[in-house]
């Protein structure tokens, strides 16, 4: 079946520091990555994606990459902010898989970035 | 747009009440999910939607649990009797097609007391 690991939290840094959460995933198929973000009293929200090998995602100075080869989909970003503390979580989209399992997301890493 | 909007925002309820979850997708968005979030199980799928059709519920819990989609603007998420072990975050999620990105409710914080 399919699944995502990624880095257990919480993850502490200070302002401008350099972050890599790190996500691995296994599917039966080809799927789609994405990286979600969850603010606190909100709900999850895209943050970035990717739909194929080598493809890179970007969004508000944050990257990932979707390596087939080392099947991994780290989020990095240069220099953090105190208003980047949230859950990160990646997750793929399978349809080969179809069903909920399909559909998976990780745990969550929870980052907390200090002035 | 006003977003996935789901109600009500936050619920307390004694054990044994019956206590529904509503949830208005995004016009136009042909997949509905119901999640479940806890600090100890993380982000789980209960059931989604496609067109408005049950697909796959794997995911619910117990015969306690029930969703309802009558309509492409509506959905319900059912629990009775409730439990405390039942206390949660529940969200609500639509996206315009299965596997696309998904855009997420604000959710409904569910207290069983």
């Known amino acids: 079946g399919n699944s995502v690991t990624q880095m257990e939290g919480p993850v502490t840094l200070s302002e401008e520091a350099f972050l890599t959460i790190n996500c691995t995933y296994t599917a039966t198929g080809y799927p789609s990555l994405f990286w979600y973000v969850q603010y606190p009293g909100e709900g999850l929200q895209l943050l970035l994606k990717?739909?194929?090998?080598?493809d890179k995602g970007s969004n508000k100075g944050f990257e990932a990459t979707y390596r087939k080869e080392t099947t991994s989909f780290h989020l990095e970003k240069g220099s953090v902010q105190v208003s980047d503390s949230a859950v990160y979580f990646c997750a793929l989209s399978d349809a080969s898989g179809g069903g909920a399992d399909g559909l998976t997301f990780g745990k969550g890493t929870h980052l907390i970035i200090q002035p | 747009d006003a977003g996935v909007i789901q109600s009500p925002r936050h619920e307390v309820t004694e054990m044994g009440q019956e206590v529904t979850l509503r949830c208005k997708p995004i016009?136009?968005?042909?997949?509905l999910f119901w999640y479940r979030q806890t600090m100890m199980r993380g982000l789980e799928l209960l059931i989604y939607f496609n067109n408005n059709v049950p697909i796959d519920d794997s995911g619910m819990p117990e015969d306690r649990f029930s969703a309802k989609m009558p309509n492409a603007s509506f959905s319900t998420l059912k629990i009775q009797p409730s439990e405390p072990r039942d206390s949660a975050v529940y969200f609500c999620a639509s996206s315009p097609v299965w596997g696309e990105k998904l855009f997420f409710g604000s959710g409904t914080q569910l207290s069983v007391l």
């Open positions: 990717a739909t194929k090998a080598d």
């Open positions: 016009s136009g968005h042909n997949s």
